[in-house]
């Protein structure tokens, strides 16, 4: 029976309350999902229940040729809230990358040695009465899969997403923040907006000044919310960069030609204009939400964007510069500026390594010339 199949049988059981301890939610639920998953759960050396670290014991190890690998921790249905703390314990005295907590209908993914709070720390939470069984599946499978634990890449996909979840954690975080900022200081793309804006609702074109007035009157932010923003220390605009390991920053002077290198793989290219598009194409390829999350960065130039959804939009100043040689659609719905100095596109392609949390001049090397 494959894993879909699994969560289907498994799902009128939880509902019913069926699985009513923690016996039966690992036999009922963990261990035909990890068997589902590739797992041999009949072989304790890989699956190892009541798994001994010093006195205590965790109820499954996974074991792969690294040792323990990730930890999954059994509560009885509702009750495990506050586990969190004891399984942190148990990964951390073994240095495990993965841990996991369940009820049996929810699913709590943690990457034990990263940074933050333990909720902060949480990967994913998955609800199998709550998600489709297919995208339960999906979820199981990216996390958990035996092949992709063994070679590791299991890891890299939490990771990943652990990454993902933290820098839209902390753009939220700094939206009161950057509207008031926009607003105290009269912001011209701002105020352009709602001229536009205005134009286009009422069919008369405000004063620039009324504008700013009207936004200086709203005080920024109200103050309740003004308030909540205040209390914590201010965290600069510009998004966290991951610590520098150590080593020297490669040079475009280590590729053999014009081009890029990104995962270890060289793909050449015939000009400057040439490697932005590739690059752009490469990391859309390896994660197809990084085109869609570089548009929603709210700073690109002073007076345009360098990604957009149409050509137009890359120059609203100047429509008529659009053409070929300064637009380039790097898939359909996506538009990528390219009249810009090598510089320029350096400093775009550092934007885009921290759309997708890769290092400038480590994970992703460039040559222009």
């Not at 039966?24 to 001994?52: K, N, Q």
């Not at 137009?312 to 500026?337: C, H, I, Q």
């Amino acid at each position: 029976m494959d894993l879909l199949d699994r969560i289907k049988n498994i799902r009128p059981m939880l509902a019913d309350g069926r699985l009513a301890n923690e016996a039966a939610v690992s036999s009922g639920v963990v261990l035909p999902i990890l068997d589902a998953l590739g797992w041999p759960v009949f072989d304790p050396r890989v699956v190892a229940p009541e798994y001994s670290l010093q006195g205590r014991r965790v109820d499954f190890a996974l074991l792969t040729n690294r040792g323990p690998t990730v930890f999954v921790e059994v509560k009885q249905p509702g009750q495990s809230d506050g586990a969190d703390r004891q399984l942190f314990e148990y990964a951390f005295h073994v240095g495990v990358p993965m841990a996991v907590l369940t009820d049996g209908a929810t699913w709590h993914f943690y990457l034990p040695a990263e940074q933050g709070s333990y909720q902060e720390r949480r990967v994913y939470l998955l609800n199998l009465l709550e998600r489709e069984p297919s995208e339960s599946a999906e979820r199981l499978q990216r996390y958990l899969e035996y092949e992709a634990v063994v070679s590791g890449e299991a890891y890299e996909r939490a990771r990943h997403d652990y990454q993902r979840a933290r820098q839209r954690r902390e753009a939220k975080d700094a939206l009161p923040r950057a509207w008031g900022q926009l607003v105290s200081a009269a912001d011209e793309r701002l105020v352009d907006l709602i001229v536009d804006e205005v134009e286009s609702t009422s069919g008369y074109k405000p004063e620039r000044a009324d504008v700013i007035e009207y936004l200086r009157s709203l005080g920024g932010l109200p103050e309740r919310e003004a308030a909540q923003t205040a209390t914590p220390p201010q965290r600069s605009r510009v998004p966290r960069r991951r610590p520098e390991r150590p080593g020297r920053v490669a040079e475009a002077g280590d590729l053999p030609e014009r081009g890029f290198m990104l995962d270890g793989t060289f793909v050449p290219a015939r000009n400057g204009r040439d490697v932005l598009v590739k690059l752009f194409q490469a990391l859309d390829k390896r994660d197809p939400s990084f085109l869609a999350c570089f548009i929603a960065i709210p700073e690109h130039g002073r007076t345009r964007r360098y990604l957009a959804r149409s050509p137009e939009a890359l120059y609203p100043n100047d429509p008529s510069f659009v053409s070929p040689s300064t637009t380039a659609e790097v898939k359909p719905g996506y538009w990528l500026m390219t009249n810009a100095s090598h510089q320029k596109m350096e400093n775009i392609i550092k934007m885009a390594c921290e759309v997708v949390g890769l290092q400038y001049g480590r994970e992703v090397i460039v040559r222009m010339r």
